[in-house]
């Protein structure tokens, strides 16, 4: 069992596979294009498959994979099988926007993705269009069928409650989702730099409390961050994984307060 210096048990992974994303949220990615990591950067799956055996080992018991979009990293249901496959590891997520969801959502679920959380902040389609700096509405939520068509259940609509957001808005999507079988999780729009909350109007669900935090993440160029508000990050030692891994642990501070050494779109959420 991975215990933290607070007596929080770590047992949650999250996977960012790419820094890479086919939208480019207003909260997420600057507006002006930013240099990617290069391919040689971005761990490969075998990497990811080997962190995650010792992560298992140690009491890791749920992994969700994350981007930017985890649907644009090429055979992505490759790395879903090897992770799925792994003793310990009792479920395999992902959270993804669902515009790429409807060609692969059947392979996922037979290759052992378990659930999906589709990102939707809005059920207005030339809103959703500016809040994803070009995103079609129209494939959002085909890709929600096509999740409920593959049994990739349960599905979670994750709607950021924007400083603009309102509440018919909010009404809509939870009709929308009681209609569907759906569950909403509402997210609070927050600064990473200073953690400020910007959507007070409204109760939300996301992100957790600090005392409750039970994650870990892994970045797509191999750092293991202790906290999404702490600059704080640990290169992985593959040499020496399980090392890395109990180093992030004994790291994470008690109530994170800020990160300004990455963009949300590298972390992963």
């Not at 990811?48 to 994979?65: H, N």
């Amino acid at each position: 069992m991975l215990l933290d210096r607070f007596n929080r048990k770590i047992d949650y992974l999250r996977i960012s596979v790419t820094d890479r994303c086919n939208h480019r949220c207003i909260y997420c990615m600057p507006e002006v294009p930013f240099l990617h990591k290069s391919h040689g950067d971005i761990l490969s799956y075998e990497q990811i498959e080997s962190l995650t055996k010792v992560a298992a080992k140690m009491g890791i018991t749920k992994v969700r994979l994350t981007g930017g979009e985890p649907l644009v990293r090429k055979d992505i249901e490759r790395l879903v099988a090897k992770l799925a496959a792994i003793d310990g590891i009792d479920e395999v997520c992902m959270t993804t926007n669902g515009s790429l969801l409807t060609d692969i959502a059947a392979k996922l679920k037979r290759s052992g993705l378990k659930r999906v959380n589709i990102s939707i902040d809005s059920l207005d389609a030339d809103r959703y269009h500016r809040i994803t700096r070009g995103g079609d509405l129209r494939q959002a939520l085909a890709g929600v069928d096509a999740a409920i068509k593959a049994k990739l259940t349960p599905i979670k609509i994750n709607m950021v409650i924007l400083d603009d957001t309102n509440e018919k808005e909010i009404e809509k999507m939870k009709a929308f989702c009681e209609q569907r079988g759906l569950q909403l999780q509402k997210i609070m729009q927050f600064s990473l730099y200073d953690r400020t909350d910007l959507s007070r109007r409204f109760q939300t669900q996301r992100p957790p409390k600090c005392s409750r935090c039970n994650r870990l993440r892994l970045t797509a160029d191999g750092f293991l961050k202790p906290c999404l508000f702490f600059d704080d990050e640990i290169r992985v030692n593959f040499d020496n994984i399980g090392g890395s891994i109990l180093e992030a642990v004994a790291r994470k501070p008690e109530n994170g307060s800020s990160c300004r050494n990455r963009l949300m779109s590298q972390i992963g959420g």
